[in-house]
């Protein structure tokens, strides 16, 4: 069993910046394609980021420019650097990985979920 453990999350103000992290044990971790994904209250799972195990990585517009996924392999750790939040970017988010090899956006793609770690922006 593939674990996922978020931290990072917190308070910030409008045009700060924070830094989540999704840690794993997997052996398996640099075969695996991984995702964030956030949900506000009384809204959908979104999409924020995936990155594929070569290292590709893809961003819907409302992130794009500001948030960048990367992973270290060798510290099973993959990292999304939110930066000039706004507070639409209040969420719980969500970490996801896929041993199916490449990344999709449809989160049903993932395999393993970890617990989610809130990020609350004020203005």
């Known amino acids: 069993q593939v674990q996922l453990v978020e931290s990072g999350g917190g308070l910030v103000q409008a045009g700060g910046s924070l830094r989540l992290s999704c840690a794993t044990s997997?052996?398996?971790?640099?075969?695996?394609?991984m995702a964030w994904y956030r949900q506000a209250p009384e809204k959908r799972r979104e999409l924020v980021a995936t990155?594929?195990?070569?290292?590709?990585?893809n961003y819907p517009d409302s992130v794009k420019g500001r948030f960048t996924l990367s992973r270290d392999n060798a510290k099973k750790t993959a990292y999304l650097q939110m930066n000039n939040l706004q507070p639409q970017d209040t969420a719980v988010y969500y970490c996801?990985?896929?041993?199916?090899?490449?990344?999709?956006?449809?989160?049903?793609?993932?395999?393993?979920w970890g617990q989610g770690t809130q990020v609350t922006v004020s203005s």
């Open positions: 996801a990985a896929s041993l199916k090899g490449t990344a999709m956006a449809d989160p049903m793609w993932y395999d393993y």
């Open positions: 997997a052996s398996i971790f640099s075969r695996m394609a």
């Open positions: 990155i594929t195990p070569g290292g590709s990585t």
